[in-house]
Structure formats: structure tokens, C-alpha cells
């Protein structure tokens, strides 16, 4: 079993930075994928970013590539996602997840995780 809580959403200005922050609790965080989502009103849920068990891989959705980026610290049981340049479409409510045995394409599919955070609220205004 595995819990996740979700913190550093917030208020920003277009252009701005915000660190999202995920919690796990769990003997084998180790060994799970973690991924962020997110979900404007009146939209699917949506693929951000995610990282492998290991740390060694990242995948990114390409509407944040080379502006977010995902970090694991093992020992910390904690997974982050840097947010820089932000626009006002980044305006979401984020999610953290984790799953096993992900692979480069599936770790993009929400069905793929089995644990999901309540969410924190990302608003970026123009």
C-alpha cells in the first residue's frame, strides 16, 4: 500500500515558478513509478510528467518539456516537479501517482498507476 500526499500548489503569475512536492508512505516506494497528472475544469485528466523506479528515466508530456522537470529522492520518499516559465494553460489541479512496471509509453496512461494523491491546485494567471 502506498499513500501520497500532494503539496506547493499555489497562486503564480504567468512566468513564474512553483515546486510541487509528492509524500509517499510505503515500504516499496523504491520500487514504483511515479507520475503527475493533471486536470483543468471541464477537461481529461492529462499526462505532465513521470519517472522511473530508478531515477534513471523521465518522460515528459511535450506542452512541458523543457520547462518542468520530475526528481526522486529515495531517501526522502518523496518525488518533486519543478515548475518554471508557467502560462496560464498550466492552470490544473496536479496529482501525483505510482504504479509498477511502466514502460515509455504506458507510464502516459492514467489506468497504468494504481495509487493516486488527492491533488493541489496549480493557478497561473496571465
Known amino acids: 500500500q502506498v499513500q501520497l500526499v500532494e503539496s506547493g500548489g499555489g497562486l503564480v503569475q504567468a512566468g513564474g515558478s512553483l515546486r510541487l512536492s509528492c509524500a509517499a508512505s510505503?515500504?516499496?516506494?523504491?520500487?514504483?513509478?511515479m507520475g503527475w497528472f493533471r486536470q483543468a475544469p471541464g477537461k481529461e485528466r492529462e499526462f505532465v510528467a513521470a519517472i522511473s523506479w530508478s531515477g534513471d528515466s523521465t518522460y515528459y508530456a511535450d506542452s512541458v518539456k523543457g520547462r518542468f522537470t520530475v526528481s526522486r529522492d529515495k531517501a526522502k520518499n518523496t518525488v518533486d516537479l519543478q515548475m518554471n516559465s508557467l502560462k496560464p494553460e498550466d492552470t490544473a489541479v496536479y496529482y501525483c501517482?505510482?504504479?509498477?512496471?511502466?514502460?515509455?509509453?504506458?507510464?502516459?496512461?492514467?489506468?497504468?498507476?494504481?495509487?493516486w494523491g488527492q491533488g493541489t491546485q496549480v493557478t497561473v494567471s496571465s
Open positions: 510505503g515500504r516499496t516506494f523504491s520500487s514504483y513509478d
Open positions: 501517482t505510482a504504479g509498477r512496471g511502466g514502460s515509455s509509453w504506458s507510464l502516459r496512461v492514467p489506468r497504468m498507476y494504481d495509487y
